[in-house]
């Protein structure tokens, strides 16, 4: 009879092996990289202008812009004639049909995605004075022109009381005027706003305060 020492003895000692072996550490998972902010870019009404009308003679070869206003936001005020956001509206008489064009620079929440954004086709009739087409060689006087002539108009006097009060933009061809005119308007548009100056949108000159 064989003895069996042996196997216990080799049993004890594969056992006391493997009592010993530690556990295999767990492979670190590489770490997750928040995506990169991206700076908010914000510019003025000409500059947003040309980033626009490329879209729109793509659209139409025709397309000529009768508006354009800004979209103020809580980071981008427009305090200075400058907006993260510009929507411009363009028409063309040979299909007689309008589009409307928002580029925007902002991820922010209270804007609209990041980029070129575009409504559906509306109709456009040529011959109506608040869709008047104008050429953008009228545009020689800027927003931020626009804005330091509001301001010399009652506009700092706002703006002192209160540096967070939006300001917009609105440029459009003025029937009354025969002129390109920048409205520059304190706190909200039309009847909401606190302060609303005309100015000369190829001459850079005070035309009359609106409210």
């Not at 800027?142 to 703006?159: E, N, R, V």
Request: proline share 6%; charged share 20%; aromatic share 10%.
């Amino acid at each position: 009879m064989k003895s069996s020492v042996p196997i216990l003895l080799a049993a004890a000692l594969l056992g006391g092996c493997s009592g010993n072996n530690k556990p295999a550490t767990e492979t670190a998972k590489p770490a997750v990289s928040e995506p990169a902010v991206r700076p908010t870019e914000s510019l003025f009404g000409r500059a947003a202008f040309q980033k626009t009308f490329i879209a729109a003679r793509g659209w139409q070869r025709d397309a000529q812009p009768y508006l354009e206003i800004s979209q103020p936001t809580k980071e981008v005020t427009g305090a200075d004639g400058k907006a993260a956001v510009w929507t411009a509206s363009y028409g063309s008489a040979e299909r007689g049909v309008a589009k409307t064009f928002t580029w925007s620079g902002t991820d922010a929440a209270d804007a609209p995605p990041r980029g070129l954004n575009f409504t559906p086709e509306d109709s456009f009739a040529p011959g109506n004075s608040s869709t008047h087409t104008f050429d953008l060689n009228y545009l020689k006087s800027d927003s931020d022109q626009a804005f330091k002539i509001a301001q010399d108009h009652g506009g700092k006097k706002l703006l002192d009381k209160n540096p967070k009060l939006p300001v917009f933009y609105r440029l459009h061809w003025e029937s009354r005027d025969t002129a390109l005119v920048w409205h520059v308007m304190y706190g909200g548009t039309g009847g909401d706003s606190k302060l609303s100056i005309a100015v000369n949108a190829s001459t850079g000159q005070y035309i009359r305060v609106e409210k």
